[in-house]
Each structure stands twice: as structure tokens, then as C-alpha cells.
């Protein structure tokens, strides 16, 4: 699978943005989806995720009550939607799908083979 982050901008704390990630191929429904994050400087993080229904959702403290993970597996699509931005978000944000045919650890960027290019998320103070 193919994927694609989108959404991704300039915006002043306290705000909002939602992120996108378009998935190509086919059984988008059969992977577990995550996005994760990486500031300058620092090691990749955990941010969200989702099961392949939709069922179950994750979310590191950071950003538990603030963003909310979603997929809509008719359009191959998984979204992030943040709000209450803080300037400490700012980052590039990559989804990530796992492999269906192995154990999942949702918040581990070892559970997940696919990736897409990330997007860059800016929220100044």
C-alpha cells in the first residue's frame, strides 16, 4: 500500500488543522493505521492510532483530548484532526499502516512496514 499525508500547514496556537492520508491498493480495510511525528532534533514519536475497523483508537498523552483519529475506509483515507494546537505539535506528521499478518503494537513505529512522505505541521506561538 501507498500512502499519501496531506493538510499539513502554518497555524497560530490554539488552532486547528486535519490532516489526510490517501491510501492506493487495494484492502485498505485490512490494515491498522497510525500517524506518528518528528521535530527537528528529535526521534520519531507516537501520536495516534486506529484499528482496521475503526473500532479502537490510541493516542500518546501529549495529545489525548486534542486530536482526534478517523478513517473512512470506503475513500481509503485516515485523517487527523487537531485542535487546541500548541507550538511544542510543530513537526512532520507521516501515517503509517502495519502488517496485517503480524502482531500490531499501535503505538510502536516497528508494528508499521508502510509509510507515507509526512507532512509539516507549523503552529507558532
Known amino acids: 500500500v501507498q500512502l499519501q499525508a496531506s493538510g499539513g500547514g502554518l497555524v497560530q496556537a490554539g488552532g486547528s488543522l486535519r490532516l489526510s492520508c490517501a491510501a492506493s491498493?487495494?484492502?485498505?480495510?485490512?490494515?491498522?493505521l497510525g500517524w506518528f511525528r518528528q521535530a527537528p532534533g528529535l526521534e520519531r514519536e507516537f501520536v495516534a492510532a486506529?484499528?482496521?475497523?475503526?473500532?479502537?483508537?490510541f493516542y500518546s498523552d501529549s495529545v489525548k483530548g486534542r486530536f482526534t483519529i478517523s478513517r473512512d475506509n470506503a475513500r481509503n483515507t485516515v485523517y487527523l484532526q487537531m485542535n487546541s494546537l500548541k507550538p511544542e505539535d510543530t513537526a512532520v506528521y507521516h501515517c503509517?499502516?502495519?502488517?496485517?499478518?503480524?502482531?500490531?503494537?499501535?503505538?510502536?513505529?516497528?508494528?508499521?512496514?508502510?509509510w507515507g512522505q509526512g507532512t509539516l505541521v507549523t503552529v507558532s506561538s
Open positions: 503509517a499502516a502495519d502488517n496485517p499478518l503480524t502482531g500490531w503494537r499501535p503505538n510502536s513505529s516497528g508494528s508499521y512496514v508502510y
Open positions: 491498493g487495494r484492502a485498505f480495510s485490512n490494515y491498522n
Open positions: 486506529i484499528s482496521w475497523s475503526g473500532g479502537r483508537t
